[in-house]
């Protein structure tokens, strides 16, 4: 991989994008890079948990600008796809996905971190979609994502105005689940991934399938799809040692099954 760093820690996988002299800029080859390195991570059954951040002073800096400014319709349609197909693959993973957000998370960096489960956030990060003052869209997802997160009227003053907001906004809005000093981001986002992969992982999966399938849905569907998840959950071993556990008064040994 010649845009991606990866580094793997007991359960948890880090995928850190790796382009820091242009900003972690999100050109065809990073994207490419990053499908493939998704997949290969989630065939590992060891990951349970996967982190995605950046090096250097970015998370992502947004799409590059110099790859997408001489596009024709057909051209950008195409790069829009690969862009959405690649965070609707994070969207639907199984295994859950947490953004470590070091730096700017601009255009399709703010929408690669809206496609993650969970967002944390370092202190010098900044967030925004500043696609109109180039003269086009938001082309991965921040027009349906935004909204969803932060209700209507704040996603569209964001969109609409291109405006960058800093961590302590991002979190007051509930773009962000936490703002941390930027030497205690990763720190923070392993001892959550930890805590996430010592739980039951079907639970944590099937929970995450909930979730998701559940906000697109009627209230009713949902439900219905809740339970039939729950109901899943009592075919697996971790069921039975989860429940026998607490009755014992003791820590739990799952086993993925």
């Known amino acids: 991989m010649e ?13 850190r994008i790796n382009r820091p002299e242009a900003m972690n800029s999100l050109n065809r080859e990073l994207l490419t890079e990053l499908d493939l390195m998704l997949d290969q991570v989630t065939r590992d059954e ?35 796809r690969l862009g959405m197909d690649l965070f609707r693959k994070i969207e639907n993973m199984e295994k859950p996905v947490i953004a470590a957000v070091n730096g700017f998370a601009l ?35 921040a027009s349906q ?15 609409f105005t291109g405006d960058a907001i800093r961590a302590d906004e991002a979190y007051r809005i509930g773009l962000v689940n936490k703002v941390l000093a930027p030497d205690l981001l990763m720190e923070a986002a392993i001892e959550m991934a930890e805590k996430i992969s010592s739980k039951a992982q079907i639970a944590v999966r099937n929970s995450k399938e909930s979730i998701n399938r559940g906000m697109q849905a009627d209230i009713d569907t949902a439900m219905s799809i809740e339970e039939d998840l729950f109901a899943i959950c009592f075919s697996t071993e971790d069921q039975k040692e989860g429940m026998k556990a607490f009755l014992e008064k003791r820590r739990p040994e799952y086993k993925l099954k």
């Open 3 to 15: 845009t991606l760093l990866y580094e793997k820690r007991k359960n948890i996988g880090i995928i």
């Open 46 to 80: 060891d990951v349970y948990v996967i982190i995605l951040t950046g090096s250097g002073k970015a998370f992502v800096a947004g799409a590059d600008i110099e790859e997408m400014k001489d596009k024709n319709v057909l051209e950008a349609k195409k790069f829009a």
């Open 107 to 141: 255009g399709g960096g703010c929408e690669l971190a809206m496609a993650c489960d969970i967002r944390l956030a370092s202190e010098k990060a900044r967030f925004g979609q500043p696609e109109v003052g180039l003269g086009i869209t938001p082309g991965f997802g």
């Open 145 to 159: 994502r935004l909204p969803r997160l932060v209700g209507e009227g704040i996603a569209k003053e964001l969109i």
